[in-house]
């Protein structure tokens, strides 16, 4: 079955956002065994939608649409679709109830009128429920090819197409596709790669594919088979001998557990509590793991000492440590890492210092010079590292690896005490 | 003049990576006035590019290429490019020289065979020296059309546009295009476009586009002119009418600008120091902020007060408070605030508490229920909210709303002390 995408929206073409949506679901379709040949860009322009949509019905069986569903003048997409799939505009009641009520809850009294213009949907197609906003995606059926409508903004659309999407068309293919991800952390790219090129060479059913991620390597197992047990079933040895290699680098073969999920889940089974400190991150940490739900049990608070008098009142970093060895060194990392678990009463502190740039750097100190410190029953654990490229980069990498190093530190110490 | 981007590259239809170049490209060409209507992606498939590249050269006057230029069998856009325009391939010996001297330099000693098909060109095409990588860049021009091949790498791509093809493209251009964006905080999208409904309507030269961003709406103006002088002076007017409209609520008409950024900027002017005291978000307010290179001048730390015992330990917060009336409250929010400024010794402390789900509401209390203080001057200025969706977005409002706050209760100040 093939599928093809046109992402909607002038500012895709003026470059004002960067086409995320197109990997997300080019993404997704792979994993459901769909083949893609063609991706495209339109611009808010309903004459060219329609256009587009009408190529790409010619030579594919499913389009998905992303974008230009929203309230205003510029949203046509479903417009060109209504029309192009002959299926005039007609109200729908059920979503306008649902917008009412977003709007209710959002503590927004007056609606403006051209939000009204999101209920209403072509004739026939079916309706999916937006959970995160004011446009629903459409399905619209004939002659056996669908046109899936889905709107822009990622934190609609991803939920979207995971619960609601996914599942139609998983229905739609004649064999099922199962899939698990391997999720490694603390190991190079290259060195997963080498170390998988035998699984890689002789793969049929299931298929192995490597990704990297910011430090991390996720390794994705895709097994086809007539029903969901029995695709299972082809994937559960390739976990196995994948478990064989990498051992405790694997932190997760959950598609959605991130690797703070994962660490956090470590904290709770043995009844830590955690606090952050961190500089050069400010606060990137503590936020990746409050992503988490639920993160309150272990992670109680976070520390952002940026500058160096909060490092001397909140964490009670010696004046001659940052005197003599400065901010970004080994021994001002260690004591963030003792002193924060000192003063805040946890059992855990991961601290963080270093320089992100693009300024501050030295010769002796350049930027992307990392410290990170963990400090666990009294055992202070540090790394130094040398991170490349933009502050965006160094700050995230810095933010993983601190993860990887608390992860490493609990394993560790269940070893000990053991 | 009109332009299409077509991305080559399997990996882009598979979703594993992400299409930056066609944001930058696509920026670039904005910025030289050149229209653009279509962007495609397309696989490494000899017959589907060369009916891609046939495509958009039927409709538009420039086509640009980037990726599928390397010495791997899949890279097939030279070849593809070389067949529609009828100009067969023939080694270029600059380009073997260049290829050689890369190798040279890079201390590799063996350079394997497929590397040479990179020296092979279109007999009669421009080539664009590659400064940082060994495929060349090439232009092929025929019937006053232009097709024009880039490498893949961002890094390779980038440079060489910016040297070489920008240039080439501006010479063939009769207009300057120029462009500014009015960047629009604490109003709704609808709202904004509402009041710009006439401006829109009547809109020519310049012409004006809103785009919603989470918290925020930017507008974009664009004038076409002679030259930059000419267009700018069409836009004027134009930003001049919208603060005219929106007034405060520009936070800036900086394309680069973000809202961290320009709290960060006028808190630095007024010489005031800030600490951030968050609950919710979990040092995402104090990530944002540390965001911004230069941060340290005005941001000195960070709370990341998740429990209630932080609360208390950390901020101050009275037991009563918390216990008569919840962490999530106005009056928590307000002594967060004010004592966290206090405890700090800060001019400015901004709060954040609330529930960020899926969990933790009640019927009194739902998920999305947000408060947030501003203390400056020993003014606390408390703000409630009720957002809707996912955790992620409950936090990424709370985010922007605090800035959004913090902005205000800077602007509100200076009024009252003139």
């Known amino acids: 079955m093939e599928v093809e995408l046109i992402s909607v929206g002038t500012e895709l073409l003026l470059g004002n956002i960067v086409n995320t949506n197109a990997a997300y679901l080019s993404e997704q379709c792979a994993l459901l065994g769909l083949s893609m040949f063609h991706q495209s860009v339109v611009g808010d322009n309903e004459e060219r939608l329609a256009e587009a949509i009408q190529t790409a ?7 998905i649409l ?15 679709a209504a029309k192009v799939m002959e299926m005039p505009l007609k109200e729908d009641k059920h979503t306008r109830k649902l917008i009412a009520e977003y709007f209710k809850n959002s503590g927004i009294k007056t609606v403006t009128e051209n939000n009204w213009k999101q209920a209403q949907v072509p004739e026939g197609g079916i ?36 619960k609601s999407i996914f599942p139609y068309l998983n229905k739609l293919q004649p064999e099922m596709i199962c899939s698990c991800m391997v999720k490694i952390c603390g190991l190079g790219e290259s060195y997963v790669e080498t170390q998988i090129a035998d ?3 002789k793969q049929t059913n299931p298929t192995l594919a490597p990704y990297a991620k910011t430090g991390e390597v996720h390794l994705r197992i895709t097994a086809k088979a007539s029903d969901e047990k029995e695709a299972k079933k082809l994937i559960k040895p390739m976990v196995r001998e994948l478990r064989k290699r990498f051992g405790d680098y694997i932190y997760s073969t959950d598609e959605h557990e991130t690797l703070a999920e994962s660490v956090l889940k470590l904290l709770k089974e043995r009844e830590l509590t955690l606090t952050t400190a961190e ?13 988490v739900p639920g993160a309150s049990e272990v992670f109680k608070q976070g520390l952002v000492t940026y500058s160096n008098k909060a490092k001397r009142k909140l964490l009670d970093v010696k004046k001659t440590t940052l005197k003599d060895y400065g901010a970004v060194s080994e021994k001002t990392a260690k004591e963030m890492a003792k002193n924060g678990a000192f003063v805040t009463g946890s059992d855990v502190c991961i601290s963080i210092t270093g320089i992100a740039g693009p300024d501050g750097g030295s010769e002796e100190k350049p930027v992307g010079l990392v410290y990170m410190a963990c400090s666990l029953n009294n055992k202070v654990t540090v790394k130094e590292y040398h991170f490349q490229g933009s502050r965006e980069k160094i700050r995230e990498y810095s933010v993983v690896r601190a993860l990887t190093l608390l992860r490493s530190c609990i394993l560790e110490s269940d070893g000990k005490e053991s």
């Open 57 to 63: 019905l010619g030579r594919s069986d499913v389009v």
């Open 66 to 80: 992303s974008g230009g569903l929203g309230p205003t003048k510029d949203d046509l997409t479903k417009e060109a």
């Open 127 to 162: 309706v999916v429920d937006n959970d995160n906003g004011t446009a629903p995606g459409l399905i619209l059926e004939k002659d056996g090819k669908s046109v899936i409508l889905l709107p822009g903004p990622p934190n609609e659309m991803q939920p979207m197409f995971a």
């Open 199 to 201: 699984l890689i060479e």
């Open 279 to 291: 500089s050069c991150t400010g606060g990137m940490l503590a936020a990746r793991l409050t992503d």
